[in-house]
């Protein structure tokens, strides 16, 4: 599975106009051939810090995602963010689920 992780600060009086352009990518994305989750990131110490997650299930899905029309339209509120975009493609191997976190849980010493 791919994570891209893309972090803007994005200029105060922008942040309503990026927020729409990503709320409109969120459904076609979500039913894009791979797409396996997409969301939108608020910080909870600034509002203007906005982060776009989304899972993959193959490179080329998240190929033909980056080529599409409808990603371009994000293109150029990243070019204006306050600071230097983060932008991290990474491959995530799941470990587990709630499956997991209760077993560890109920494993823990006190």
């Not at 791919?2 to 009086?13: G, T």
Request: glycine fraction near 6%.
């Amino acid at each position: 599975m791919l994570q891209v992780y893309l972090r803007i600060v994005v200029p105060h009086e922008k942040r309503g106009e990026l927020l729409d352009v990503l709320q409109c990518l969120k459904g076609p994305t979500e039913v894009a051939r791979g797409c396996q989750s997409y969301r939108i990131l608020q910080d909870v110490e600034d509002e203007d810090v906005l982060t776009y997650l989304v899972l993959w299930d193959s490179q080329e899905g998240l190929e033909e995602h980056f080529r599409s029309e409808r990603f371009r339209r994000l293109l150029p509120y990243v070019e204006m963010s306050i600071e230097t975009p983060e932008v991290n493609i990474s491959t995530v191997d799941p470990v587990g689920g709630i499956e997991f976190l209760v077993a560890v849980l109920g494993n823990s010493t006190r």
